[in-house]
């Protein structure tokens, strides 16, 4: 089965503290994988993609095929940086995106 | 530089009653995608249309039909609304690099 797991649904940081959020997949061929990121009042948006491999904002992610991972990334988070985050899977071929439950980061003064 | 524009950005409906939620894109995207949004459940795909007049079911179809008759527009039906049909709604078109969403429809049946 085609799956996103997101185990957090709430991480609180300081700000200056770095920031992890974790992404675990389930597919059985090589997928595209995606952070999609929506700010207070404002549309869900594209992050990164793993395909790219920039950083935005700070944010790096790595795809781990071993461990089918792809957890996202920032050495010192901001008060800006408090949004809801989804990470998402596209299997190859398709245009359709699978997304996790997503985890809200609240970055704390 | 609105790309997908949802037309109502809050519904209010009774249970029963027939719901139409457009969506328009200007990207000329051939794919496009109804999810639902849900805390704790996250975003769920309602519907997906590769092309005009094609569609294909999601994860959660039940209760929901869509349409697609010109390819900027795609329009998601609830035939009889019921109050577990309660949600944010979210539409999207994508190329093959990313997918471009609208604000959103907050429907609320009573």
């Known amino acids: 089965a085609q799956r996103v797991t997101q185990p957090e649904k709430l991480l609180s940081v300081f700000k200056g503290a770095p920031v992890e959020l974790k992404c675990n997949y389930s597919y059985s061929g090589s997928p595209e994988l995606f952070w999609y990121v929506q700010y207070s009042r404002q549309r869900l948006q594209l992050l990164l993609r793993h395909i790219s491999r920039e950083s935005i904002k700070g944010f790096t992610a790595d795809l781990n095929k071993g461990e089918t991972s792809f957890h996202l990334k920032k050495p010192f988070a901001q008060e800006e940086d408090s949004a809801m985050y989804y990470c998402?899977?596209?299997?190859?071929?398709?245009?359709?995106?699978?997304f996790g439950t997503g985890t809200r980061l609240k970055v704390l003064a | 530089d609105v790309k997908v524009t949802q037309s109502s950005r809050y519904l209010v409906k009774r249970t029963g009653e027939k719901v139409f939620l457009e969506c328009v894109q200007d990207?000329?995207?051939?794919?496009m995608f109804w999810y639902r949004q849900d805390p704790g459940l996250g975003l769920r795909l309602i519907y997906f249309s590769y092309d005009v007049k094609m569609k294909e079911k999601g994860d959660i179809p039940e209760g929901y039909s869509v349409s697609r008759e010109k390819k900027e527009r795609f329009s998601l039906i609830l035939e009889s609304a019921s109050t577990n049909q309660t949600s944010m709604y979210l539409c999207?078109?994508?190329?093959?690099?990313?997918?471009?969403f609208g604000q959103g429809t907050r429907l609320t049946v009573v």
């Open positions: 998402a899977l596209r299997p190859s071929g398709t245009y359709k995106y699978i």
């Open positions: 999207a078109s994508a190329s093959n690099t990313e997918a471009f």
């Open positions: 990207m000329d995207h051939e794919n």
